[in-house]
Protein backbone atom coordinates (compact mmCIF):
# COMPACT_ATOMS: atom_id res chain seq x y z
CA UNK A 1 0.00 0.00 0.00
CA UNK A 2 0.90 3.46 -0.22
CA UNK A 3 1.85 5.55 2.84
CA UNK A 4 3.60 8.72 4.16
CA UNK A 5 4.60 9.16 7.52
CA UNK A 6 5.60 12.13 9.49
CA UNK A 7 5.64 12.98 12.87
CA UNK A 8 2.17 13.69 15.03
CA UNK A 9 3.36 16.86 16.49
CA UNK A 10 6.01 19.13 17.19
CA UNK A 11 7.44 21.61 19.67
CA UNK A 12 9.76 24.12 18.99
CA UNK A 13 11.08 27.68 20.48
CA UNK A 14 10.60 31.30 18.93
CA UNK A 15 13.62 32.12 16.73
CA UNK A 16 15.25 28.71 16.53
CA UNK A 17 15.07 26.62 13.43
CA UNK A 18 13.12 23.14 13.34
CA UNK A 19 13.24 20.07 10.95
CA UNK A 20 9.89 18.11 9.96
CA UNK A 21 10.79 15.12 8.42
CA UNK A 22 8.46 13.13 6.08
CA UNK A 23 9.24 9.13 4.88
CA UNK A 24 6.90 8.15 1.97
CA UNK A 25 6.60 4.81 0.19
CA UNK A 26 4.34 5.20 -2.76
CA UNK A 27 3.73 3.45 -6.11
CA UNK A 28 6.05 5.82 -8.53
CA UNK A 29 6.97 9.17 -7.88
CA UNK A 30 6.18 12.40 -9.14
CA UNK A 31 6.38 15.36 -6.96
CA UNK A 32 6.45 16.09 -2.88
CA UNK A 33 4.41 18.95 -2.12
CA UNK A 34 4.53 20.73 1.65
CA UNK A 35 1.46 22.44 2.55
CA UNK A 36 1.37 24.73 5.52
CA UNK A 37 -2.54 24.87 7.71
CA UNK A 38 -3.21 27.19 10.46
CA UNK A 39 -6.12 25.98 13.01
CA UNK A 40 -9.39 26.64 11.18
CA UNK A 41 -8.18 27.28 8.11
CA UNK A 42 -7.48 26.26 4.53
CA UNK A 43 -3.77 24.12 3.36
CA UNK A 44 -1.76 26.98 1.36
CA UNK A 45 0.83 25.54 -1.02
CA UNK A 46 4.98 25.95 0.54
CA UNK A 47 6.82 24.12 -1.60
CA UNK A 48 7.15 21.36 -3.97
CA UNK A 49 10.84 19.26 -4.94
CA UNK A 50 10.67 16.82 -7.86
CA UNK A 51 14.55 16.40 -7.46
CA UNK A 52 17.29 15.51 -5.22
CA UNK A 53 18.30 18.58 -3.09
CA UNK A 54 17.22 21.69 -1.68
CA UNK A 55 15.10 23.74 -2.64
CA UNK A 56 15.29 27.14 -0.57
CA UNK A 57 12.02 30.14 -0.32
CA UNK A 58 13.11 32.61 2.21
CA UNK A 59 13.00 31.00 5.96
CA UNK A 60 11.08 27.63 4.59
CA UNK A 61 13.32 25.03 2.47
CA UNK A 62 12.12 21.83 1.71
CA UNK A 63 14.58 18.98 0.54
CA UNK A 64 14.52 15.48 -1.33
CA UNK A 65 15.96 12.27 -1.35
CA UNK A 66 14.39 9.99 -3.86
CA UNK A 67 16.23 6.83 -3.02
CA UNK A 68 15.57 6.95 0.51
CA UNK A 69 11.75 7.69 0.05
CA UNK A 70 12.48 10.68 2.30
CA UNK A 71 11.79 14.70 2.56
CA UNK A 72 12.17 17.61 5.33
CA UNK A 73 11.09 20.44 5.68
CA UNK A 74 13.05 23.11 7.30
CA UNK A 75 12.24 26.48 9.09
CA UNK A 76 14.35 29.24 10.07
CA UNK A 77 13.86 32.32 12.72
CA UNK A 78 10.64 30.67 13.97
CA UNK A 79 7.74 33.09 14.39
CA UNK A 80 4.81 32.37 16.83
CA UNK A 81 2.76 32.54 13.51
CA UNK A 82 4.49 29.80 12.12
CA UNK A 83 2.39 27.44 14.82
CA UNK A 84 0.59 25.34 12.28
CA UNK A 85 0.20 21.99 10.76
CA UNK A 86 2.43 21.10 8.30
CA UNK A 87 1.17 19.06 5.42
CA UNK A 88 3.35 16.44 3.21
CA UNK A 89 1.46 15.04 0.25
CA UNK A 90 3.27 12.89 -2.58
CA UNK A 91 2.13 12.76 -6.17
CA UNK A 92 2.11 8.79 -7.48
CA UNK A 93 2.57 7.22 -10.50
CA UNK A 94 -1.08 7.97 -11.33
CA UNK A 95 -0.51 11.61 -10.46
CA UNK A 96 -3.10 10.55 -7.34
CA UNK A 97 -1.80 13.27 -4.43
CA UNK A 98 -0.94 11.14 -1.36
CA UNK A 99 -1.06 13.52 2.00
CA UNK A 100 0.39 12.59 5.27
CA UNK A 101 -1.90 13.14 8.15
CA UNK A 102 0.23 16.37 9.07
CA UNK A 103 2.72 17.81 11.42
CA UNK A 104 1.24 19.79 14.53
CA UNK A 105 4.15 22.47 15.21
CA UNK A 106 3.72 24.53 18.41
CA UNK A 107 5.96 27.26 18.69
CA UNK A 108 6.73 28.54 22.70
CA UNK A 109 8.51 31.80 23.28
CA UNK B 1 -3.71 32.32 -7.80
CA UNK B 2 -7.55 31.15 -7.26
CA UNK B 3 -10.11 32.50 -4.87
CA UNK B 4 -12.11 29.71 -3.77
CA UNK B 5 -15.09 30.97 -2.24
CA UNK B 6 -17.03 27.61 -0.21
CA UNK B 7 -20.10 27.46 1.43
CA UNK B 8 -21.54 26.90 4.52
CA UNK B 9 -18.11 27.39 6.37
CA UNK B 10 -19.97 25.31 8.95
CA UNK B 11 -22.92 23.79 10.22
CA UNK B 12 -24.66 21.26 12.43
CA UNK B 13 -27.14 18.91 10.79
CA UNK B 14 -29.76 16.41 11.94
CA UNK B 15 -29.24 12.60 11.33
CA UNK B 16 -30.74 11.38 7.98
CA UNK B 17 -30.29 14.90 6.40
CA UNK B 18 -28.65 16.10 3.22
CA UNK B 19 -26.21 19.37 2.72
CA UNK B 20 -24.91 20.69 -0.23
CA UNK B 21 -21.47 22.58 -0.40
CA UNK B 22 -21.15 24.99 -2.88
CA UNK B 23 -18.06 26.03 -4.19
CA UNK B 24 -17.39 29.19 -6.54
CA UNK B 25 -13.65 29.71 -8.12
CA UNK B 26 -13.05 33.30 -9.39
CA UNK B 27 -10.94 31.75 -12.46
CA UNK B 28 -12.18 28.60 -15.18
CA UNK B 29 -10.29 25.33 -14.17
CA UNK B 30 -10.51 22.20 -15.59
CA UNK B 31 -11.17 20.09 -12.25
CA UNK B 32 -12.37 20.26 -8.94
CA UNK B 33 -11.92 18.29 -6.32
CA UNK B 34 -13.66 17.42 -3.18
CA UNK B 35 -12.24 16.42 -0.17
CA UNK B 36 -12.31 15.42 3.82
CA UNK B 37 -10.11 16.09 6.24
CA UNK B 38 -10.77 14.72 9.34
CA UNK B 39 -9.23 15.65 12.86
CA UNK B 40 -6.41 14.44 13.31
CA UNK B 41 -6.54 12.82 9.35
CA UNK B 42 -4.87 13.03 6.41
CA UNK B 43 -6.62 14.97 3.19
CA UNK B 44 -8.75 12.24 1.91
CA UNK B 45 -10.01 13.01 -1.88
CA UNK B 46 -13.79 12.05 -2.46
CA UNK B 47 -14.01 12.52 -5.85
CA UNK B 48 -12.73 14.35 -8.72
CA UNK B 49 -15.28 17.19 -10.54
CA UNK B 50 -14.65 17.64 -14.15
CA UNK B 51 -17.39 19.97 -16.44
CA UNK B 52 -19.57 18.13 -18.44
CA UNK B 53 -18.99 14.90 -17.43
CA UNK B 54 -20.06 12.71 -14.56
CA UNK B 55 -17.33 13.26 -11.48
CA UNK B 56 -14.55 10.57 -10.92
CA UNK B 57 -14.85 8.92 -7.23
CA UNK B 58 -11.94 6.97 -5.22
CA UNK B 59 -12.04 3.91 -3.71
CA UNK B 60 -14.67 4.14 -1.06
CA UNK B 61 -17.15 6.59 -1.66
CA UNK B 62 -19.88 6.62 -4.27
CA UNK B 63 -22.28 8.82 -6.49
CA UNK B 64 -25.60 8.17 -4.04
CA UNK B 65 -24.04 9.35 -0.73
CA UNK B 66 -22.02 11.86 -2.08
CA UNK B 67 -23.33 13.35 -5.43
CA UNK B 68 -21.80 16.25 -7.31
CA UNK B 69 -22.43 18.48 -10.06
CA UNK B 70 -20.29 20.84 -11.80
CA UNK B 71 -22.23 22.67 -14.40
CA UNK B 72 -19.34 25.64 -15.96
CA UNK B 73 -15.65 25.78 -14.86
CA UNK B 74 -16.11 28.12 -12.36
CA UNK B 75 -18.54 26.06 -9.63
CA UNK B 76 -19.64 23.20 -8.31
CA UNK B 77 -21.33 21.14 -5.73
CA UNK B 78 -20.69 17.94 -3.24
CA UNK B 79 -24.49 16.94 -1.21
CA UNK B 80 -23.53 14.37 1.57
CA UNK B 81 -26.69 12.62 1.63
CA UNK B 82 -28.36 10.92 4.76
CA UNK B 83 -25.64 11.82 6.75
CA UNK B 84 -25.01 10.17 10.39
CA UNK B 85 -22.44 11.33 12.65
CA UNK B 86 -19.44 9.29 10.94
CA UNK B 87 -19.76 11.65 8.40
CA UNK B 88 -19.01 14.90 10.82
CA UNK B 89 -15.90 15.88 8.92
CA UNK B 90 -14.50 19.36 7.38
CA UNK B 91 -15.20 19.41 3.93
CA UNK B 92 -12.76 21.11 1.66
CA UNK B 93 -12.77 22.08 -2.47
CA UNK B 94 -9.50 22.54 -4.42
CA UNK B 95 -8.38 23.22 -7.51
CA UNK B 96 -4.79 23.10 -9.43
CA UNK B 97 -3.26 26.37 -10.10
CA UNK B 98 -5.33 28.00 -13.15
CA UNK B 99 -3.32 27.86 -16.28
CA UNK B 100 -0.55 25.88 -15.33
CA UNK B 101 0.38 22.24 -15.94
CA UNK B 102 -1.82 19.34 -14.79
CA UNK B 103 1.38 18.20 -12.85
CA UNK B 104 2.61 20.95 -11.22
CA UNK B 105 0.54 20.36 -8.03
CA UNK B 106 -0.28 23.43 -6.64
CA UNK B 107 -3.33 23.17 -4.86
CA UNK B 108 -5.63 26.20 -4.01
CA UNK B 109 -8.23 25.14 -1.04
CA UNK B 110 -11.08 26.41 -0.05
CA UNK B 111 -11.85 28.04 3.50
CA UNK B 112 -14.33 24.32 4.19
CA UNK B 113 -17.16 23.50 5.25
CA UNK B 114 -16.94 21.75 9.03
CA UNK B 115 -20.24 19.91 9.85
CA UNK B 116 -21.62 18.42 12.70
CA UNK B 117 -23.99 15.69 12.32
CA UNK B 118 -25.75 14.81 15.35
Known amino acids: GQNIDQPTEMTATEGAIVQINCTYQ??????LFWYQQHAGEAPTFLSYNVLDGLEEKGRFSSFLSRSKGYSYLLLKELQMKDSASYLC??????????WGAGTKLIIKP | SAVISQKPSRDICQRGTSLTIQCQVD?????MFWYRQQPGQSLTLIATANQGSEATYESGFVIDKFPISRPNLTFSTLTVSNMSPEDSSIYLC???????????????FGEGSRLTVL
Open chain 1, 89 to 98: AVRDSNYQLI
Open chain 1, 26 to 31: TSGFNG
Open chain 2, 94 to 108: SVERPGGEINTGELF
Open chain 2, 27 to 31: SQVTM
